[in-house]
Each structure stands twice: as structure tokens, then as C-alpha cells.
């Protein structure tokens, strides 16, 4: 979904490729798809924010990559010379009330964010 300055991408997988102490994680492998993924669409839409919803089985987080226009102009150079950064929230429980409300929160801020700026 494309609205003004934001890039909303779902991403979901069948199952968790990790666990840590039972609980699940977001393995190497898939965060680097999803940066990847980030990093096109920075690529083809220069100022756009790029927030990634990954849904596993009943849960959903949310990650937000700022990918900055410094970042992307020395991408491809042999030396990376700026940080591209990525906040996550908690993974939520859809099975559970408070999970879908927070789910629901989250939405409701990336639209709201999309429609205030």
C-alpha cells in the first residue's frame, strides 16, 4: 500500500523459522529478505518510509526501516558510510484481546501518520 510518504509492505510466512527460549524471533534470514525488500522500495521511491507488517501463523509485528536518502547514495560504494536502522515492535497474539487491540493501534497509527503529513 502506497499513501504520500509511506510504504506499508505484508510479508508472512507459514511458520517461524526461529525460537528463543519459546518464544519467537525473526530469523537472519528473514530480516535480510526484508530489508531487501525495503531497500527496493526506497530504491524506486526516494523519500518514501517503509514500515513492514510480518505476519507468522496467529502472530504480527511491525518493523520500520529508515532507509535515509545519505544511506541510499552510498549504497552501492565499497564502504558503507551511513547506518540504515530497523525498530521492531513486539510480536503480537492475534488468538489473544490484547493482541488484536495492539494490532488494530498500529494500523490505525500508520494511517492516521499517512493521512496527518
Sequence with gaps: MLVDN????????????????????????????MVCEGLVTRASNTDKDVVIIHATQHYMCFLHLEI???????????????MLYVSSLPWFDLSQKGGRKNVLANWCGIMYRAISE
Excluded: C
Design 6 to 33: 509511506h510504504v506499508a509492505i505484508l510479508e508472512a510466512k507459514t511458520q517461524f523459522q526461529s525460537l528463543r527460549n519459546e518464544k519467537p524471533v525473526i530469523s537472519d534470514k528473514s530480516l535480510a529478505q
Design 68 to 82: 535515509s536518502y545519505e544511506y541510499m547514495e552510498t549504497f552501492d560504494g565499497p564502504t558503507p558510510t551511513h
